[in-house]
């Protein structure tokens, strides 16, 4: 259904009965007054129209109960889509021009004279950001896109752990990824565990700025098991740099939606992200 079509409410029990009652009432009226037809027709034509009249009413019923289902479905689909369109307002509003604005500062720096140090920064800043510029205009063009209510966004597999380590290495971070051999895992478990790797690795590099931090990953019986360990500060006097402070509710939400556990917990001066997410798949 079409989100911007407001569903029709017609029903043709009531036409198909007034036809047929038409016609049972003309029949009745050519019946001669005299000889069987005239004893046996009239009371089966009365019953006839009796009948189509409860069957016209039953249906009617129906066909109403049905029209106030769909329009509860499009009414719930137009304030999906309302609220999409203004979520996509504010990220271009005030999240786009935002990281437009790192973009331009960040390239702008080229050529005032600085160290090698400095200008590799500077230059992971501004990749990070065109990238980061890239996929918001791609989120904003599906949240935008009515056609794209009823689809689902591509999903993020263990395929991808390599980029997000990669990604989170421009902050600085010295990372090592381990993992072994899992045997078959389950699509929302590959996202799960995606989604707390991303999520650790942002907070070590806000938190502890240029650190080692180690990625494991391998399978216990029937459990995929994750654990994020960073080493902690490497530099005195690190500014940590704190979120929204809803990243780690979150994907303990998502772990906990597939009957996992996660744990985040101060480890040796550094800061420690498990979590143990039950796989079915074999």
């Known amino acids: 259904m079409n989100a911007r079509t407001r569903p ?18 003309m029949m009745m009226c050519t019946v001669g ?34 029209y106030e289902a769909r329009l509860t479905a499009w009414a719930a689909s137009e304030a999906v889509l309302a609220e999409r369109l203004r979520i996509a307002r504010d990220l271009h509003d005030i999240v786009s021009h935002g990281l437009g604005l790192i973009t331009v500062r960040a390239a702008a720096t080229r050529h005032l004279p600085k160290s090698a140090e400095v200008q590799s920064a500077l230059t992971d800043i501004e990749e990070t950001s065109r990238h980061a510029t890239a996929e918001l205009r791609r989120m904003l063009g599906v949240l935008r896109e009515p056609s794209t209510a009823g689809r689902r966004a591509p999903v993020e597999s263990l395929d991808d752990l390599p980029g997000i380590v990669r990604g989170a290495s421009r902050a600085g971070l010295d990372i090592g990824l381990d993992v072994e051999p899992l045997g078959p895992v389950s699509q929302g478990v590959q996202v799960a565990v995606c989604k707390t790797v991303r999520e650790a690795l942002s907070n070590a590099a806000r938190h502890a700025g240029p650190t080692n931090v180690r990625v494991r990953l391998y399978r216990d019986g029937a459990d995929v098991v994750l654990t994020v360990a960073d080493a902690g500060p490497s530099v005195d006097g690190w500014p940590a740099s704190p979120g929204a402070g809803h990243g780690l509710a979150g994907v303990r939400e998502r772990v906990g939606s597939l009957g996992g556990t996660l744990s985040a917990e101060h480890v040796d001066g550094g800061f420690r992200v498990s979590a143990r997410i039950p796989d079915e798949v074999s």
């Open 33 to 66: 007054a005299q000889g069987p037809p005239a004893v046996v027709l009239p009371p089966l034509l009365v019953g006839g129209a009796v009948a189509t009249a409860g069957w016209a009413l039953r249906r009617s019923r129906a066909d109403r109960t049905a």
């Open 8 to 25: 029709s409410g017609r029903s043709t029990a009531v036409p198909v009965a007034a036809v047929v009652i038409s016609v049972l009432v």
